[in-house]
């Protein structure tokens, strides 16, 4: 058995001191601290007996059989996100708040796999069988051939696993109930989450098997929340949304085997997700007609076309300091537009309060809101509405210049579709003749876009 020692480790970041201490000087979490027993690792400690490893080609020779590399689920919106599938003896990681829909999303994902011959195992340490079984016959997937398990001991989970026809995916819900005998803290502690995830990746190394875990996004540092598990897992996706609204999406931020700016989007109903193929549709829908502060943004996730509409309130304020709130977009893009408003188009916030929101909870990332953002402000602050047929793209520089983006003639096709007939963005996006019917217009300075708004 290996010497055990005493150690401290941060529940918010993992970092580990020789001693306790109030505020973890890594991080700077308060009273994240906890005192942990270090096992000496897994793997058997210094006793263990070193064993011959095998070499093989990078690639394959012509003609050996190789199991398909990937595993398509048959849930489109979620194979997407993986970058087509489960690579076989890959670990994901599936995080999000906790109500957000990963059981129900990853029941119908193991159902889906079942159902088209593969064998699934599902592990339920949160649920007993009997309560999985419940929803999963509320989901319409009684027939699926799904194997349940509830289990929060990784040493039983790897033992239940051998009894069983190999399975192609094990999905284990959710990696904080589970504790190994390897460490000696309580369940959802980083140790216990740390050394559990080790277990259960080595397990789908070894074996072929693709694992994955799921994660609660926890904001307080009591229980170690998934991010202790992300560098070590081969892809995390996380499944976001807001939790009064129905749509879903399902967002990799790391992978190893494929793109990570795709996204799944999904809608919570009364049986389970459905899948949504035509996100625009979705995220216009609540749109009745223009007013002021609303603009249309074509924008792209990953390799699709997204409409979402903008919507700012800028409102005159009676406090010393005007508040700036955003949801959905980043904060400090926000202060960079209305920097570039002020200083470049004379547009002046300073005496007003600027609200910014995404409709139906959607993050936008892509420099390319920008522009409808501007547009969107402006709008609110002259009080006039914007074309309720136009769409905006484009990146604003800090000097007031609209750039390119990528994939200009998609959005507008996407628009076009969507009956917009108008579409401002950068001058110089080498629109394609013969492209959509739509009229373009390009904008090279940021001015003549408040110009033409406030005309
Ligand atoms: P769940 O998958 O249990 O969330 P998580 O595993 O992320 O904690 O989903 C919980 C919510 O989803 C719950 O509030 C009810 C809702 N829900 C539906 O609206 N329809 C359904 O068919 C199901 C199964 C759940
Ligand atoms: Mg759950």
């Known amino acids: 058995m290996a010497k055990r020692t005493l150690r401290f480790v941060c529940q918010a970041c993992g970092a580990v001191t020789g001693k306790w201490g109030g505020k973890c000087e890594s991080c700077g979490e308060w009273n994240s601290i906890v005192e942990e027993m270090d096992g000496g690792g897994i793997g058997g400690g210094p006793g263990r007996k070193p064993r011959r490893g095998r070499v093989v080609p990078l690639m394959p020779l012509a003609g050996a059989t190789d199991s398909a590399p990937r595993i398509r689920s048959g849930i489109d919106e979620f194979d997407r996100v993986t970058g087509g599938g489960f690579v076989r003896g890959s670990a994901l990681l599936v995080g999000g708040d906790p109500g957000i829909g990963k059981s129900t999303l990853l029941i119908q994902v193991a159902a889906a796999l079942a159902r088209s011959g593969q064998p699934v195992v599902y592990v339920s340490g949160e649920e007993a069988v009997a309560q999985v079984r ?8 009684a ?19 051998e009894a069983v026809e190999r399975p192609a995916l094990v999905i284990i819900d959710s990696i904080q109930t589970l504790w190994t005998e390897m460490v000696e803290s309580a369940p959802g502690t980083v140790a216990q989450v740390r050394t559990a995830a080790q277990m259960l990746i080595r397990h789908a190394k070894e074996t072929g098997t693709t694992v994955v875990l799921v994660g609660h996004v926890t904001k307080d540092g009591t229980i170690a929340g998934p991010r202790v598990v992300e560098h070590m897992v081969d892809a995390v996706l996380y499944f976001e949304g807001d939790g009064a609204r129905h749509f879903r999406v399902l967002r990799a931020v790391k992978n190893r085997f494929g793109a990570t700016d795709e996204i799944g989007v999904f809608e919570m109903t009364g049986k389970g997700l ?13 749109r009745n007609r223009a007013s002021p502060g609303a603009a249309v943004f074509a924008g792209l996730e990953g390799t699709r076309p997204v ?10 304020s009676s406090l010393g300091t005007p508040r700036r709130a955003v949801v959905g977009w980043d904060g400090n893009r926000l202060s960079m537009i209305l920097a570039v408003l002020e200083a470049h188009c004379g547009v002046r916030f300073g005496q007003h309060d600027v609200y910014l929101n995404i409709a139906g909870g959607l993050r936008i990332q892509e420099p390319a809101g920008d522009l409808a953002v501007a547009a969107a402000l402006v709008s609110s602050l002259a009080g006039v509405a914007l074309g309720a047929d136009c769409v905006y793209f484009g990146e ?42 739509m009229r373009f217009e390009g904008v090279e300075q940021l001015g003549e876009l408040v110009a033409r708004i406030a005309a």
Request: hydrophobic share 50%; no cysteine; net charge negative.
């Open 396 to 437: 604003v520089s800090l000097s007031g210049s609209v750039r390119p983006v990528a994939q200009a003639q998609l959005r507008l096709k996407e628009a076009e579709k969507l009956g917009f007939a108008r579409a401002f963005g950068p001058l110089a996006t080498g629109i394609e003749a013969g492209g959509p019917a």
């Open 274 to 286: 459905r899948e949504v193929a035509n996100p625009s549709e979705l995220f216009l829908g609540e």
């Open 134 to 141: 419940l929803r999963a016959e509320r989901l319409g997937l």
């Open 307 to 316: 409409l979402v509409e903008i919507q700012a309130l800028v409102a005159p």
């Open 143 to 161: 027939d699926a051939p799904v194997q349940l398990a509830a289990e929060t001991s990784v040493e039983d989970i790897l033992t239940t696993l």
